[in-house]
């Protein structure tokens, strides 16, 4: 009975991998451009009724990854994610062979502690010898946790009754947090009008925090009969990698009583290094913490922790729903090892191996080394930038992020008039378009606030050298230094 | 610069992963019981300050590997997954190897193309030749998105303003509907309170739909002044693997202009079946769909699709907070191949090529093939349990769960008094106890309803031979015959 032979045909297939295992060497392509409806004709993607031949099953993997973005590339820095470790690969490898689902000791036995000891060391960097988190898919999700989380302990009733029975609850961030909280604010029935911003100022980092925070919480309070249900704080901002002042934001919290989340989505890594870590001052004082190490730890998509500072189980009696067909009661093991309830999933992936086994490997330290290798390669790349014509950045970065405009030789050295910047603000997309049709390199651009269209180069990954920094610079140069004006 | 030898070091250790390769001998145990403080002493979770040798780290990997349930062994009958496609493990390697996240086409060509197609060819078996879709992190997800969507085509401003400005809003679903329904009212602040349970008859179908419904619906509507969101239909519900009649149910949503979702999360690998497929009859009149291809299919966990018959964007609508950083509109290819706004993650794990590659190798009529003959080998089953004393059946099987008692000699033959009952309820956790500690087999038990403790085998794999289903009840008798009442 059964399939015979379909490993050996599977595991031929595993040569296709190998395409891309192993640092890239810097002279390949980032990226092989091909537009939508050409590729689309290329993949033959449809899905056959027959089974297809060992040959062209291969031939499908290779045009797989050739087509795909080489995401470990050296010269990758356009996303919060770049890199890849091979030790956590070998865990994510590891991980689909064991195909389990993290919902009950009985299932998946390793697992259910492993994340505990993952969990444990991410909130000790925070500061916290107790509390409680889950692993979550993306950081998304976990501040949509932090939501549900609030409001439970705010409203425990409103899980059975629903919104109606509670006054509308607002959530406070500045306006350079992360999109998630709107999207979670209308996804958990919030409204996207009961998340308030905060105003940053130049350097967008909150001005004033106590006034204007009390200010909005008295508001709030006085002229609309809303609740404050909670302040997310943001630790390290998606494009400007900006540091909220949390220290002061918790003193806000704790005066009203207000849930302090703190998405560290992404400025989380920064806890690693003792030099750089003082820019999450006050993070302790937070009640619940996300914090993606798929990015600056190079994890591998997705690992998302959700970390709080709770004891009380708050986790389990906001999601838990007590399905007997999956959580038994008369198991030869305690319940408490049955820890799926207390999420929202059901069937929930392994995220903490590829994590825990990476760190098995370099530790704390090698950990800590990356991190304060990517900021000393972003000072080098300021650095840089400052010695040469026509980069100009935004902001001197508090963290890797490098926000910086290209002004080619055309636009530079007359008045900043409104059509300046309007001409500036076509350079980025068309170095962009060259860049990613050479294929040499991929940064980021958006036009954010008042500001046109600027680069957003992210370092992460510890492949990048010195080398590959100046070569960025030369090739934005050389891609962007015949802008002519429309 | 960078971290030399990582790559040589960490590939190493891929001999790990050659432990649980190929496929199993059926002499092996399909687990190793470790109680849970054992366990954690026996893998040295503790995260070191330094990094450990690479002897060290194989070590790691090999316990892990040990002490995880072996769910692709041909004898794992615990889950409503099991098994292990090795076309679809490759398409799951090259994925984690790449490494990206599907949100923009500009990161993610392949996969925003092989998504769509996939998505469309999921679509087709429900009988929906338009219609839109998305891969979500489990079926839970996707029956909230479903209940978002529904909550949104009624009342769009919901996404603004909070549910505080609509009526009560009611879900319905049957008494054995999945209880992520209950968890997604709870989080998206509908209120566990407003998931109505249609009740069931003895077989586990909704009795009389349209008599039920329609009363609820209007006990709904005068009684308490609440609006009807939607019903939620099972097809192959979790425990007992029962359709509810669709057609009917589609009927009485149609009357009412109430959204249909199918919850076909567990049930939908029957569409392959042209034999079995009428078993969701009137599935193409839903709205939405929720099908998980990494249960019945073995595409690996996760693979759940949301599928909707909506054209209009309502995805987008619902969804989207059109951030700039990430959505930009002024790139060289249209922004509708940017489909990540349509989702509430930001960042979203590639789910598509473990199951395109994987029906690229055995062909619509290799997944058929494989779903027939885990209808035939319960249809075995079945029949042999019918021979021997001691196996009785909770219902003849509609699906591949197979939900019985088995009553020990001792307990047979007299009256089925309410000590009866209670006596047989210690059967199933005796019987799996003594079967994990031993690793002999893996099948998952549960009370139900007013039903004592039985178990559910739940049929997958085509690793599964008769000779598997014999020595299950074999087992079960080695392991339960000689159990005494209390």
Chains 1, 2 share one sequence.
Not at 448 to 468: A, W
Request: glycine share 8%; charged share 20%; with cysteine.
């Amino acid at each position: 009975g059964g399939e015979i032979g379909g490993a050996v045909r599977g595991w031929s297939l595993v040569d296709a991998v190998s395409v891309r295992l192993g640092d890239t060497p810097v002279c390949e392509q980032v990226c092989q451009w091909v537009a939508p409806e050409e590729l689309e004709s290329l993949l033959e993607l449809e899905l056959p009724d027959t089974g297809e031949s060992e040959v062209r099953l291969l031939q499908h993997c290779r045009q797989v990854i050739r087509y795909s973005v080489n995401t470990a590339h050296p010269r990758f820095f356009n996303q919060l994610f770049a890199g890849l470790d091979y030790h956590a690969l070998v865990g994510r490898f590891i991980t689909e062979t064991l195909n389990t689902s993290q919902y009950t000791y009985e299932i998946s036995p390793v697992f259910v502690l492993m994340e505990d000891v993952v969990l444990k060391k991410l909130r000790e960097l925070i500061g916290w010898m107790t509390g409680d988190g889950i692993f979550c898919p993306g950081g998304s999700m976990s501040n949509m946790f932090a939501i549900n989380l609030a409001r439970h302990r705010l409203y425990p009733h409103v899980k059975q009754r629903g919104l109606w029975v509670v006054p509308r609850l607002v959530i406070f961030t500045s306006e350079e947090g992360h999109y998630s909280l709107t999207k979670g604010a209308a996804f958990l029935g919030l409204g996207t009008d009961n998340v308030w911003t905060v105003k940053t100022d130049g350097r967008f980092v909150p001005v004033d925090v106590s006034d204007t925070e009390t200010n909005l919480l008295h508001a709030c309070l006085s002229l609309s009969g809303a609740v404050p249900l909670m302040v997310s704080a943001t630790a390290g901002t998606t494009i400007l990698g900006a540091f909220d002042p949390l220290a002061e934001i918790a003193d806000v919290c704790q005066q009203h009583g207000v849930w302090l989340h703190v998405d560290a989505a992404w400025g989380g890594g920064a806890l690693l290094s003792k030099r750089h870590r003082h820019l999450l001052a006050g993070i302790e004082r937070a009640d619940s913490v996300t914090w993606n190490p798929h990015k600056m730890l190079m994890a591998g998509l997705q690992c998302s922790a959700f970390l709080l500072k709770d004891q009380t189980d708050l986790l389990g009696s906001a999601h838990a729903a007590g399905a007997r067909y999956l959580f038994q009661t008369d198991r030869c093991y305690q319940p408490r090892y049955d820890t799926g309830d207390r999420s929202v999933q059901c069937g929930r992936r392994v995220d903490c191996l590829k994590l825990w086994l990476m760190w098995k490997a370099i530790g704390t330290r090698g950990l800590r080394d990356r991190v304060n290798r990517a900021f000393a390669c972003t000072r080098y790349l300021v650095t840089e930038m400052h010695k040469r014509d026509g980069f100009r950045l935004l902001m001197e970065p508090q963290f890797v992020n490098v926000c910086f405009w290209y002004i080619p030789p055309c636009l530079r050295g007359g008045e900043e008039t409104p059509d300046f910047w309007q001409q500036l603000g076509r350079v980025a997309p068309l170095v962009k378009q060259r860049m990613v049709v050479k294929g040499s390199m991929m940064v980021g651009y958006q036009p954010h606030g008042k500001h046109v269209n600027f680069f957003r180069q992210i370092l992460i990954s510890p492949q990048v050298t010195r080398e590959d920094l100046d070569f960025f610079l030369d090739e934005i140069e050389r891609l962007g230094s015949d802008f002519q004006p429309m």
